[in-house]
Structure formats: C-alpha cells, structure tokens
C-alpha cells in the first residue's frame, strides 16, 4: 500500500503554528504525495487560559479560501490541494460548527476533541484536577467523544480517537485499548450507524508512541463492527513533519489487511475500491 495524501495538514492559519502553507505544499511534493488537504483549526470558545497573547484558534475563512485557491492554481500540474478544517468541537458550540461547514465548500472536515469540560489535556492543570489519575482522565476523553458525536455529526471523519493517551502523567500507566472497551465500542458504533469515518493520525508515532492514533486494536475493532472507511493524517504544524511515517504506517495498514486511505474532495471519497 502506499499513502497517496496526508489529510491532516496544519499551517499559520493554526493558532499553533507558524509555518507557510507554501513550504506545505512544497515539502508534498518532494515527497511524492498526489494529494495535501489543508485542515487548519477552528476551535471556537477554546479556554481564554490557554491563548498565548490574543492569538485564538480561530481563523478568518475568506482569507484561507482564498489563499488555498491560489496555490491550487499555482500547482495545479504537480500536486491537488484540498481545503479542509479540523472542528474542536463541543456540544455548546454546535451551531457555529454547523454554520461554517454549511456556509463554506470544504472538501474535507475532521471533527476532534480537544478540551473535556474546558480543561485542555495537553496541560496539567487537566490532570490536576483529577488527581493525575491516567485511567479516569483517558475514560472522560472517551466518553467526550461519544457525547460530541452525539450533538454534532457534520464531519467526515473522527480525528485522533485515543489522542489523549500522549499527555498521561503517569510515566509507567499501559494504556490497553480493552480497558475501555464500552466506551469505545459506543463511539464506533455510533461513528458507524452516521456513516462516518476515523482517522489515523501518525502524530502518536512523532510524540514517541509505539503506534499511531488510534491504536492498532480499535482501528481493527472499527471495521469488525462494520466501517467502512479511513483517512491518513500526519497532523503535521510543520514541513518537516508532514507525511510523517507514512511508509511504516503503511506497512501496519497492510498487516492489519485494511483498504487503501480514502481520499475526499467535495465531502465525497474520490477513491472507490
């Protein structure tokens, strides 16, 4: 198998990252990819604590269309450039959500959870609150997606299920997938009766992970219970990371003996095996 796009694409338009969409665009094709898909973050009401200075993720939608549309044109013979976001979402922030994928022709939408209860995993104060207790923070990510999904289903597929599993204070918790089977069986389950699709994000193996988001068994778990499709993402915020291994990816994707990724334009998969 070979990956033939990285649909999880970050650039300046991320509050998180300053790296041109060009360089992006650029560093695809030296790596051979046929297609990049721009998937910058709109998390609308994300916790004032966590803003450096008065940088929101947040971006202005015109100007990313825009700028998308030119390098499209500028590449259209080497390489196809899709313009997509990645959804923070929250059930109290729905409408908006709904209102910019309606407004907007993306081709792609990824829908993730960043925050649980507006605490951000990534930082301590997360785990503070819970007592730095791994199983309990993780179980309350998962079951945060489930209610997600539940108030918001206009998105193509669920960004990096198990992402949470990078942050856990706990330096010798093993994190097993069956430890939290119900919950993860509800959000597959529920992905699978909207018609929706995850994502593997190979962010988990950059972070030092022995596996990419989500992990091995849930992704099989997936397609035992009936899915139908995926997408491969680097989640990358800089050149440097974008396609990031991709061709070991690959090689788990091919032993686990799934199809090949699904490519989206226009909120439909162009690729049909």
Not at 97 to 105: F, I, N, Q, R
Not at 177 to 202: A, C, H, S, V
């Amino acid at each position: 198998m070979k990956i033939l796009g990285d649909y999880h694409v970050h650039s300046a338009f991320s509050a998180d990252s300053s790296e041109a969409m060009e360089r992006m665009v650029e560093q695809g094709m030296q790596l051979g990819l046929q297609h990049i898909c721009f998937t910058d973050h709109m998390d609308y009401d994300f916790p004032a604590q966590y803003l450096e200075t008065e940088k929101k993720f947040e971006f202005d939608v015109d100007v990313y269309f825009d700028q998308i549309k030119k390098l499209q044109n500028t590449y259209k013979s080497d390489i196809q450039i899709h313009i997509g976001v990645e959804l923070g979402v929250k059930p109290n922030i729905v409408s908006q959500l709904e209102k910019l994928v309606t407004s907007y022709p993306f081709d792609f939408v990824i829908a993730s959870s960043h925050l649980l209860d507006n605490y951000d995993p990534y930082f301590p104060d997360y785990w503070a609150h819970i007592n730095n207790h791994s199983e309990t923070g993780i179980r309350a990510y998962f079951q945060s997606i489930y209610e997600n999904i539940q108030a918001f289903d206009n998105f193509d597929v669920y960004g990096h299920l198990d992402y949470i599993v990078r942050y856990i204070p706990d330096p010798l918790f093993a994190y097993h997938p069956e430890q939290f089977q119900e919950e993860i069986d509800r959000i597959l389950k529920l992905l699978i009766k909207k018609g929706k699709g995850i994502e593997i994000n190979t962010a988990g193996l950059k972070y030092g992970l022995p596996f990419a988001h989500p992990k091995e068994e849930i992704v099989t778990r997936f397609f035992d219970l009936g899915g139908s499709y995926y997408t491969v993402g680097s989640d990358a915020h800089k050149a440097e990371h974008l396609g990031y291994a991709f061709a070991e990816e690959a090689i788990t994707l091919d032993k686990l003996g799934l199809p090949a990724p699904s490519l989206f334009v226009a909120r439909s998969i162009i690729n049909k095996w």
